[in-house]
């Protein structure tokens, strides 16, 4: 049992024999263990070099090995739900030394990627999606005259969403070579919620007193098998070959801990759920932090829940994430953790709407697309009072192109009557979340990951609908900035003499002072953390059109390619959206490129 996380290298014997999963093969049984332990010591360190997630992977070091050792891969397609599990299954297929460059700009994903690896069948960031893929190439394999499994690893709190039941429906009345093994560790981020948990809790319970229960499996028409656990190979070993050798859909029930190994992680698996990376001691900072965006809208959440006994909050299984851990504590009749269950959650808003409650939903930018018709057909047609609070909202740093929130506000935007707005700073968090609150129908409030912006001394103005405020009067070019890039937007108003206006709503937009702005300046310039394409710089386009203005416009925001995982600050540079970046888009614009820009 490991205590800390090592800061020198440790030393891996028989790790350092295996490249691939075919050298693994050459091992005896008896030697896995000592394998496992090895592997267990190089993830914590590698993490440990560059941040990440590693409570999953902690989890599944001896499924991950046996599953290898057992399958064909890659010809036999090993499909990994949520994927933040795989760093083990990383280290195991030739990328053991590039762990060391992990999330950072050129280095591995932190999730499976297809374009990175043979050994990766399926692309995976968000949940629940591994059957339904696992079942396509299984069902592939059986048109193509092959015999072999498919593989699908799934966690317990990833089979609540919706999606893994429908292909479990679809599952059961085929005779495809799909192997589901369900990673029970009780876990997502925070602890499952739902009648599943209970369900495989009291199966778990049953299997230590006698037969266990398989019934809800078996009534879906799969063969089921377990519980077994997952970290004893003498056990596992033979569940795994006697599932890979029965034919049709199979299930195996495999019991982990999440953060196996690493003491620490087992006592806490929420707060272990991911590690920043270890950096050298330095000085306490001689300001306190920032609270974090997130924060904000915790801290909202309880105020505002205080006056108002309507409010209800809605998460899917982001409790820590979206911080509604105050909120869940005390007031804790009207928390609602949903599982990983998006669409219901936008449904179960609707519901409260229609009996006089006031739902907040929190939800990731990434996750709300996945209840996307459930905002539409649900909430914004019949004009319900939900607010949805958007998190991660843009570029997300190094969890990369899978968690990026970038395409919310096109998705929001043409619904009627939507209010979407993108707050600049902690004021204005909080200042739209409560009018959104208040608003007569469905609202939106985008934020991003990180540190809150603190308001611009001096430029505090009230917040009415649809209205934006002025920061800087200037000459020439206007800078029309929606959401988070405010700092940066300032700093090249005023050193070129720019105008600077907060947009602060993308819907209704201010029309009026964009006409204006149109009248009076060469160029308008949209900024937004948002993709280009339908997003603020374009309902600023259609104003334009409309109203027969030929001021020239220059859209700044994601170009229209996946954005790699890195820092937050080298994918804004990437895109353009840092100071330098904006500036020589401007001076392009406008006809003209001094040297060294």
Request: charged residues 20%.
């Amino acid at each position: 049992m490991l205590h800390t996380i090592p800061e020198q290298r440790p030393q891996t014997p028989l790790l350092d024999l295996i490249d691939n999963p075919d050298q693994l093969k050459s091992l005896a049984p008896s030697q896995l263990p000592q394998l496992a332990r090895e592997l267990r010591a190089f993830l914590l360190y590698s993490v440990g070099q560059t941040g990440g997630h590693f409570g999953a992977g902690l989890g599944v070091v001896e499924l991950t090995i046996a599953l290898h050792y057992l399958l064909q891969t890659p010809d036999e397609q090993l499909v990994w739900d949520v994927g933040h599990q795989t760093y083990p299954h990383k280290i195991l297929t030739g990328r053991r030394e590039q762990m060391l460059g992990m999330r950072q700009s050129g280095g591995l994903s932190p999730f499976p990627k297809r374009s990175e690896s043979r050994y990766d069948s399926f692309g995976t960031g968000h949940s629940s999606t591994s059957i339904s893929a696992a079942l396509g190439m299984a069902l592939a394999q059986q048109l193509q005259g092959k015999k072999q499994h498919t593989v699908a690893v799934i966690g317990d709190g990833a089979m609540t969403a919706g999606m893994a039941f429908e292909a479990l429906n679809h599952a059961a009345h085929t005779s495809a070579n799909l192997l589901v093994i369900l990673n029970d560790n009780e876990m997502s981020i925070s602890r499952n919620e739902g009648g599943l948990a209970t369900h495989l809790a009291r199966t778990v319970k049953q299997k230590m007193d006698g037969p266990a229960s398989a019934d809800l499996f078996q009534a879906l028409e799969f063969g089921y098998s377990g519980p077994v656990d997952g970290h004893n190979f003498s056990l596992l070993l033979p569940a795994l070959e006697q599932a890979l050798n029965t034919a049709g859909p199979q299930l195996l029930h495999v019991v982990t801990r999440k953060g196996k190994g690493f003491a620490p992680a087992e006592a806490d698996p929420v707060g272990y759920h991911a590690l920043t990376k270890i950096e050298p001691v330095k000085a306490a900072p001689a300001t306190p932090k920032r609270p974090k965006y997130c924060n904000v809208f915790g801290q909202w959440l309880c105020d505002t829940a205080a006056v108002d006994n309507r409010l209800v909050g809605i998460t899917p299984a982001m409790r820590e994430g979206s911080d509604l851990i105050a909120f869940s504590e005390q007031y804790p009749e009207r928390y609602f953790d949903v599982a990983i269950a998006e669409q219901h959650a936008a449904t179960l808003a609707a519901g409260f709407a229609c009996s006089g409650m006031k739902p907040v939903l929190a939800i990731y930018s990434t996750f709300l697309q996945r209840a996307y018709d459930q905002v539409v057909h649900d909430i914004a047609i019949q004009e319900l009072d939900v607010l949805i609070a958007i998190d991660r909202a843009g570029l997300v740093g190094e969890d990369g192109a899978t968690h990026a929130g970038c395409f919310d506000i096109a998705f929001l935007r043409c619904l009627p009557d939507m209010l979407v707005m993108t707050p600049a700073d902690e004021q204005e968090l909080s200042a739209m979340l409560t009018l959104g609150y208040e608003h007569k129908g469905p609202a939106a409030v985008r934020y991003p990951r990180g540190s809150a912006a603190e308001a611009q001394s001096g430029t505090t103005t009230p917040l009415q609908t649809g209205k934006s405020r002025t920061l800087h009067q200037g000459q020439k070019v206007a800078l029309l900035n929606f959401g988070p890039l405010l700092d940066t937007a300032s700093k090249v108003a005023e050193a070129n003499d720019y105008t600077l206006v907060d947009m602060r709503f993308v819907k209704p937009l201010d029309a009026e002072a964009i006409s204006q702005l149109a009248g009076d300046h060469e160029l308008l310039v949209s900024i937004e953390d948002h993709a280009v394409q339908g997003g603020a710089g374009s309902a600023v386009a259609e104003h334009l059109q409309q109203a027969r203005l030929n001021t020239d416009l220059l859209m700044l925001g994601i170009p229209d390619r996946w954005i790699a995982h890195a820092s937050r600050a080298e994918q804004l540079a990437e895109c353009g959206l840092d100071a330098a970046g904006i500036e020589t888009s401007i001076r392009q614009q406008l006809g003209y490129c001094p040297s060294g820009l």
